[in-house]
């Protein structure tokens, strides 16, 4: 595999104003590509720090054609041929969405466990709270109205075999191999297309899993097998089985669209090693991710997470909080002195597992969530059901019929029917219309003051989202700059931002806005995440936890020289919780391990973060502790963006920049009002409006509300000043 190398010409992300390569000098370009409910978004940055941003469809089932035509439509613009481009790519790094549809629509392969003979049916009992763990109310106090999901593994396809590890790892029954060859031709004969195998502390000693592997591979070459002790070596019986179950369940499907992407990249003429976002932040290669294409669910959020780290940091801003409002979801993501907040525990359908990612909240609240009314209160509600791509808002005339957020935006004046999408797209105002004015008559209400209903419930869902996602860790979104990103985000951070009393927004980069999570994967450092249990208590030794810590940074380090990579980076962590407890806490530590003294503070900032997640004077100081699992984030550099700073401020609006006033919809002064638009991509570091007024680039508008202010700053972004 070629090595990878910093190119000291990329540096840091992109600013509207760099200047082109020079003549003559070979151009490079780094690529991000993202897929979405709605659209599929590509990013490309040329060595010099210009950015070129690109929009297409999205393609389901396929999305491979989505994401090639977002690809074409980028070359196109920088005045190249694909396969022209292609063979000037330094890096392509994409995220994709192939796991999380084949979850959400059920459409994963038929998969077959084997596990210890007599805990069969650990993965059918879950945890007895039929998914919920306690942390939505509203589902714990109606506990008699709910029902475990669907089994994602059948009973037929549970096979136990007689074997067992101790937790010390010690072999108390040896593998019988006679019932394990009977398990896997049972569970080939009733249809599986995928195997996945979890046994009792297999994690303390793998060997009786990869026993078994071996046999799989032996007897259906090429049949995808997921061991526990590969993807989470974790103790947790239930969620250990529910990972290896679903990375077995969504890996066909992932694994042979990988494939197909890297060999139609390959042919086109990237020599490179595609790199592929993972949800812990940062990419893998493509192999990897065939082996754990888990790692790929909630990777096109995380990326918008990974971007505005990079430019947090330029700019200074230590707290974060990340808003993505797209086509069909509303992600939220928090930066806390400088460092992502990260989860360790995953929630898809109810299934709880276990996986290292980056913490995002996500609702269903984008610019297709869908308006309805309860029929039975006659109150107005915003989705969380979408449009998506297709048939999409009416005004997309695709064949939509129900009012969307992307409706009442365009009804309200926020948008431009004529201008839309750089003007490609044309929407019909009048049905938009239409639709809501039919919609309004039911409630009560004019067609503006409908349109106004659908935009604040929406609003208002996405502030009670933040809460959620900053209150309940422990953070005041009063401490933080909002990031608002995604082809819609812009358009509403002004309002949903006010009620959090947040003073600042930033629309990061102006155009490139729209398709930040793209820019994001453009953005990111390979990055592996390494994991091992073992508990020991209090008072801690500093040699055993550093031979912990040892043995997770060699393996570390082994990944990265097989990605190519010469140099890492590493950050150590531990999960502590009180003796006899099961609530955990990661607690970083600094440089290469502990000593004595440093231990001392380790027991510190554990009872400091504990007590910021569940309250002053909830731990017990007094207790013993237990260091439960270890952990080593290894990452490694590769080409990143640039950014070109602004020499100098400018406060003169360019003449061009103001385009034609229209009337637009405002809730409060509850009219219309003439109001002044601006071209976003003429706008200059310096330039400074004041609300009312709309501000529209390429693939997205800001949204400045009365007694708000919007100025360019330094690094190109838009910020948004949002007052009292």
């Given at each position: 595999?070629?090595?990878?190398?910093?190119?000291?010409?990329?540096?840091?992300?992109?600013?509207?104003?760099?200047?082109?390569?020079?003549?003559?000098?070979t151009?490079?370009?780094?690529?991000?590509?993202?897929?979405?409910?709605?659209?599929?978004?590509?990013?490309?940055?040329?060595?010099?720090?210009?950015?070129?941003?690109?929009?297409?469809?999205?393609?389901?089932?396929?999305?491979?054609?989505?994401?090639?035509?977002?690809?074409?439509?980028?070359?196109?613009?920088?005045?190249?041929?694909?396969?022209?481009?292609?063979?000037?790519?330094?890096?392509?790094?994409?995220?994709?969405?192939?796991?999380?549809?084949?979850?959400?629509?059920?459409?994963?392969?038929?998969?077959?466990?084997?596990?210890?003979?007599?805990?069969?049916?650990?993965?059918?009992?879950?945890?007895?709270?039929?998914?919920?763990?306690?942390?939505d109310?509203?589902?714990?106090?109606?506990f008699?109205?709910?029902?475990?999901?669907?089994?994602?593994?059948?009973?037929?396809?549970?096979?136990g075999?007689?074997?067992?590890?101790?937790?010390?790892?010690?072999?108390?029954?040896?593998?019988?191999?006679?019932?394990?060859?009977?398990?896997?031709?049972?569970?080939?004969?009733?249809?599986?297309?995928?195997?996945?195998?979890?046994?009792?502390?297999?994690?303390?000693?793998?060997?009786?899993?990869?026993?078994?592997?071996?046999?799989?591979?032996?007897?259906?070459?090429?049949?995808?097998?997921?061991?526990?002790?590969?993807?989470?070596?974790?103790?947790?019986?239930?969620?250990?089985?529910?990972?290896?179950?679903?990375?077995?369940?969504?890996?066909?499907?992932?694994?042979?669209?990988?494939?197909?992407?890297?060999?139609?990249?390959?042919?086109?003429?990237?020599?490179?090693?595609?790199?592929?976002?993972?949800?812990?932040?940062?990419?893998?290669?493509?192999?990897?991710?065939?082996?754990?294409?888990?790692?790929?669910?909630?990777?096109g959020?995380?990326?918008?997470?990974?971007?505005?780290?990079?430019?947090?940091?330029?700019?200074?801003?230590?707290?974060?909080?990340?808003?993505?409002?797209?086509?069909?979801?509303?992600?939220?993501?928090?930066?806390?002195?400088?460092?992502?907040?990260?989860?360790?525990?995953?929630?898809?359908?109810?299934?709880?597992?276990?996986?290292?990612?980056?913490?995002?909240?996500?609702?269903?609240?984008?610019?297709?969530?869908?308006?309805?009314?309860?029929?039975?209160?006659?109150t107005?509600?915003?989705?969380?059901?979408?449009?998506?791509?297709?048939?999409?808002?009416?005004?997309?005339?695709?064949?939509?019929?129900?009012?969307?957020?992307?409706?009442?935006?365009?009804?309200?004046?926020?948008?431009?029917?004529?201008?839309?999408?750089?003007?490609?797209?044309?929407?019909?105002?009048?049905?938009?219309?239409?639709?809501?004015?039919?919609?309004?008559?039911?409630?009560?209400?004019?067609?503006?003051?409908?349109?106004?209903?659908?935009a604040?419930?929406?609003?208002?869902?996405?502030?009670?989202?933040?809460?959620?996602?900053?209150?309940?860790?422990?953070f005041?979104?009063?401490?933080?700059?909002?990031?608002?990103?995604?082809?819609?985000?812009?358009?509403?951070?002004?309002?949903?931002a006010?009620?959090?009393?947040?003073?600042?927004?930033v629309?990061?980069?102006?155009?490139?806005?729209?398709?930040?999570?793209?820019?994001?994967?453009?953005?990111?450092?390979?990055?592996?995440?390494?994991?091992?249990?073992?508990?020991?208590?209090?008072p801690?030794?500093?040699?055993?936890?550093?031979?912990?810590?040892?043995?997770l940074?060699?393996?570390?380090?082994?990944?990265?020289?097989?990605d190519?990579?010469?140099?890492?980076?590493?950050?150590?962590?531990?999960?502590?919780?009180?003796?006899?407890?099961?609530?955990?806490?990661?607690?970083?530590?600094?440089?290469?391990?502990?000593?004595?003294?440093?231990?001392e503070?380790?027991?510190?900032?554990?009872?400091?973060?504990?007590?910021?997640?569940?309250?002053?004077?909830?731990?017990?100081?007094?207790?013993?502790?237990?260091?439960?699992?270890?952990?080593?984030?290894?990452?490694?550099?590769?080409?990143?963006p640039?950014?070109?700073?602004?020499?100098?401020?400018?406060?003169?609006?360019?003449?061009?920049?103001?385009?034609?006033?229209?009337?637009?919809?405002?809730?409060?002064?509850?009219?219309?009002?003439?109001?002044?638009?601006?071209?976003?991509?003429?706008?200059?570091?310096?330039?400074?409006?004041?609300?009312?007024?709309?501000?529209?680039?390429?693939?997205t508008?800001?949204?400045?509300?009365?007694r708000?202010?919007l100025?360019?700053?330094?690094?190109?972004?838009?910020?948004?000043?949002?007052?009292?």
């Amino acid at each position: 595999m070629p090595v990878i190398q910093r190119n000291e010409c990329w540096n840091e992300p992109p600013c509207p104003g760099a200047q082109r390569p020079e003549k003559g000098r070979t151009v490079e370009y780094l690529v991000g590509i993202d897929i979405g409910g709605t659209f599929t978004d590509c990013v490309v940055v040329d060595n010099s720090g210009n950015v070129t941003t690109a929009k297409a469809p999205s393609t389901p089932p396929d999305f491979s054609r989505g994401m090639f035509a977002a690809l074409e439509s980028a070359a196109e613009r920088l005045g190249l041929k694909l396969e022209a481009l292609a063979k000037q790519l330094a890096l392509v790094s994409h995220g994709t969405t192939i796991g999380t549809n084949a979850l959400i629509t059920k459409r994963g392969a038929t998969v077959g466990l084997i596990t210890t003979r007599g805990h069969e049916d650990c993965i059918h009992i879950m945890r007895g709270s039929r998914g919920y763990g306690g942390r939505d109310i509203r589902k714990v106090v109606h506990f008699s109205e709910g029902r475990k999901p669907d089994p994602i593994v059948p009973r037929r396809l549970i096979a136990g075999v007689s074997e067992r590890v101790d937790c010390f790892g010690q072999v108390v029954v040896d593998l019988n191999v006679a019932e394990a060859e009977a398990a896997v031709d049972r569970l080939l004969a009733e249809g599986a297309k995928a195997i996945a195998i979890c046994f009792l502390w297999s994690f303390k000693n793998p060997e009786h899993e990869r026993r078994v592997k071996a046999i799989v591979q032996q007897r259906a070459p090429g049949m995808f097998v997921t061991c526990s002790s590969e993807l989470v070596p974790k103790w947790g019986e239930y969620e250990r089985t529910t990972a290896t179950v679903l990375n077995a369940y969504v890996g066909p499907a992932t694994a042979s669209y990988l494939k197909n992407i890297d060999e139609r990249l390959q042919a086109l003429g990237y020599r490179a090693p595609l790199q592929i976002t993972q949800c812990a932040g940062g990419t893998i290669s493509v192999a990897k991710a065939v082996e754990a294409p888990l790692l790929t669910l909630d990777s096109g959020p995380v990326s918008g997470v990974t971007g505005s780290m990079y430019l947090a940091e330029l700019m200074g801003e230590k707290n974060v909080i990340t808003t993505d409002m797209g086509g069909t979801s509303f992600d939220v993501g928090i930066i806390y002195r400088g460092e992502a907040a990260r989860s360790h525990l995953s929630t898809v359908n109810q299934y709880e597992y276990f996986l290292p990612k980056v913490d995002i909240q996500a609702i269903g609240a984008g610019g297709g969530s869908l308006a309805w009314i309860d029929e039975i209160t006659g109150t107005l509600h915003v989705g969380p059901d979408s449009a998506g791509a297709l048939p999409g808002p009416i005004c997309y005339r695709r064949g939509g019929t129900v009012p969307t957020v992307t409706d009442a935006d365009l009804l309200l004046g926020y948008l431009d029917p004529d201008t839309f999408a750089g003007g490609k797209m044309s929407l019909d105002l009048a049905a938009a219309a239409k639709a809501i004015d039919a919609m309004g008559r039911k409630l009560g209400l004019s067609p503006d003051e409908t349109a106004a209903g659908i935009a604040k419930i929406a609003e208002f869902n996405m502030a009670d989202l933040i809460r959620r996602a900053t209150i309940e860790k422990g953070f005041d979104p009063r401490d933080f700059v909002l990031f608002a990103f995604g082809g819609a985000g812009p358009m509403h951070a002004g309002i949903f931002a006010r009620e959090l009393g947040i003073r600042k927004v930033v629309v990061p980069q102006r155009k490139t806005a729209s398709t930040w999570c793209a820019f994001g994967a453009a953005a990111a450092d390979i990055l592996h995440v390494y994991e091992k249990v073992d508990i020991m208590r209090s008072p801690f030794s500093a040699e055993a936890m550093n031979s912990a810590w040892r043995d997770l940074r060699e393996h570390a380090a082994a990944q990265l020289a097989r990605d190519g990579m010469r140099t890492g980076r590493y950050a150590l962590f531990v999960d502590i919780r009180h003796r006899g407890q099961i609530n955990e806490v990661e607690v970083p530590i600094a440089g290469d391990g502990v000593d004595d003294a440093s231990i001392e503070k380790l027991a510190v900032d554990f009872f400091d973060r504990y007590e910021q997640l569940y309250g002053r004077g909830s731990s017990f100081r007094g207790a013993r502790l237990e260091a439960v699992t270890f952990r080593c984030r290894a990452a490694a550099s590769t080409p990143n963006p640039r950014l070109t700073v602004a020499a100098k401020l400018t406060e003169a609006l360019a003449p061009d920049s103001l385009r034609p006033e229209r009337a637009v919809y405002w809730a409060d002064p509850k009219r219309r009002l003439d109001t002044p638009v601006y071209d976003g991509d003429r706008l200059v570091p310096g330039n400074r409006i004041d609300g009312p007024a709309i501000v529209e680039t390429l693939d997205t508008t800001v949204v400045v509300h009365p007694r708000q202010t919007l100025s360019v700053d330094q690094f190109g972004n838009f910020a948004l000043d949002i007052g009292g």
